[in-house]
């Protein structure tokens, strides 16, 4: 069964999403290896965060189930791993129901539908109790873990006793943002597969589709805040990341004048109870301004310096927030007056 569905937007939901663009060697990679009978029992799919690497994972899925099981013979689509969303396999995992299918992710809080840090043992072990079971529907199983860089040491160490022993027509594929920070038994087991950021034409066309609510500029501005990886562009707009860019860019832009009473109207937003994720975002947009303008400073030595020790300074400070139970408003003030200070000077 797919465990751990969670309260995903529908509209990023890569069990429900039927497209796939921008990823077509990958895909291919895929399709080539199941073709010629030497599909690998175990996938490392890696890239940045929100690059389609969870899309991907679901779509080859789709395609493996629907192989052999009755009346599903006519749902593949074309030459590439699609299968038709009416097809009775795509509902159920689009649903979390497919008894051929095991995710591995972290717990999401019931209130907030954030996912909570790791995956842990128990929740590797349900790996033992799905395979020892038989398939449900038709010959293969599918074990993703999304992803690999959340889970334990002694979910690491799971994993891997399967990986070493996998049983037969069970494929692994194994998400993660940050592989050289996995064991390198994991690594070697695995065949690596690799998802690069999309070209701005193919972001361009997933947020029109995905989008078409928003203006043209306003999709400009996630794409480049994105940086080809459009979960995150997708994120970005289903957390209010428009309008937290906006806030924050009349702030940076009047920089070294500052209006205290809107810095404070914006701390105060961040504060509150619930705005966990807003802080976030307010967090990953300053960082990314900020390395901006280190790119922008070139050989200028002095400048870039500064630059960077204020991308460091500021990063730490958000990073540290969550970790410590800092005060959101305090931090984001003091960010703002370091980079008052270092413009001053």
């Not at 006793?161 to 940050?178: D, G, N, T």
Request: glycine share 8%; charged share 25%.
């Amino acid at each position: 069964m797919a465990e751990g569905a969670g309260t995903q937007d529908p509209a990023s939901d890569p069990r429900k999403t039927a497209d796939l663009t921008g990823h077509d060697s990958a895909e291919a990679a895929l399709l080539e290896a199941w073709r010629a009978s030497r599909l690998h029992h175990a996938w490392l799919l890696h890239g940045p965060r929100g690059v389609g690497k969870a899309t991907l994972a679901y779509r080859f899925a789709r395609f493996l189930l629907a192989e052999d099981v009755a009346g599903e013979a006519d749902a593949r689509r074309g030459d590439g791993l699609a299968i038709d969303p009416a097809s009775p396999v795509f509902h159920r995992i689009a649903s979390g129901g497919h008894a051929d299918l095991l995710v591995l992710e972290p717990d999401r809080d019931p209130k907030t539908g954030a996912p909570k840090r790791g995956i842990g043992a128990e929740n590797a072990r349900r790996v033992d109790r799905f395979l020892a079971l038989k398939p449900g529907e038709g010959r293969w199983r599918v074990v993703i873990v999304d992803t690999a860089d959340a889970m334990n040491r002694h979910a690491t160490n799971a994993v891997l006793k399967l990986l070493e022993e996998p049983p037969e027509r069970v494929v692994f594929l194994l998400l993660s943002a940050s592989p050289a920070r996995l064991l390198p038994t994991i690594r070697s087991r695995c065949r690596r597969l690799a998802l690069q950021p999309l070209v701005a034409a193919d972001l361009g066309q997933v947020l029109r589709d995905r989008l078409p609510e928003l203006g043209a500029k306003e999709r400009a501005v996630l794409g480049r805040l994105a940086k080809g990886c459009p979960g995150q562009a997708l994120d970005l707009a289903a957390r209010g990341g428009l309008e937290l860019q906006g806030r924050l860019s009349g702030l940076l832009d009047e920089l070294p004048a500052l209006d205290t009473a809107r810095l404070h109207a914006l701390g105060d937003s961040l504060a509150r109870s619930g705005a966990e994720a807003d802080f976030r975002t307010v967090g990953e947009l300053l960082a990314d301004w900020l390395a901006g303008q280190a790119k922008a400073a070139g050989a200028r030595r002095a400048e870039l310096e500064t630059w960077l020790g204020l991308w460091e300074k500021v990063s730490r400070l958000f990073a540290d927030t969550e970790r410590y139970s800092l005060d959101r408003k305090q931090v984001l003030l003091t960010a703002f007056a370091a980079l008052q200070h270092a413009l001053r000077a």
